[in-house]
């Protein structure tokens, strides 16, 4: 393994993985899509590394995401773990994150990742538009969140 990829895992993989789990609503099917997703980045790391490699795994992480939503398009549980933080009632920082998980879970495919990416990653527009491979008009024409 090369030590720019190996790097790259390090120091991105935490912001990946939470991305990875908005896509998903689950803890383990965003580890397994992040880990396919950097498997896929590792094959075309010479290809990708100079450019945005970040941005070549939120494509790659959405493609697979939506392959999986289309071949099961069966509800996945919701994990329900709260948040791993020190001592204290997480009560209502719990129910809240619960409640953005389980709304993300109503949009589709397109519309959760087009939500994640623009107002959890910060992405442009633009950007958005890239990792799913659309016309920038597309994240304009969903719903922003209340």
Known sequence: ???????????RSPALSRTAYLLT????????????????????WRRI?????????RRAMYHEQV??????????????TPAEHGGGDHTDETALR????????RLTAR????VVLRYYE??????VAEVLGCSVDTPK?????R
Do not use: I, K
């Open 1 to 11: 393994m090369s030590e720019s990829f190996r790097e790259f895992v390090v120091q």
């Open 25 to 44: 609503g689950d803890h383990q099917l965003a580890e397994d899509l992040l880990q396919s997703a950097l498997a896929r980045t590792y094959r075309h």
């Open 49 to 57: 590394r100079e450019g945005d490699p970040e941005a070549y795994v």
């Open 67 to 80: 392959s999986w939503w289309r071949r099961r398009r069966v509800a996945e549980r919701l994990d329900a």
């Open 98 to 105: 619960l409640s953005v998980v389980a709304a993300l879970r």
């Open 111 to 114: 519309q959760r990742a087009v």
């Open 122 to 127: 910060d992405l442009t527009e633009a950007q």
């Open 141 to 145: 024409r969903h719903p922003r969140p």
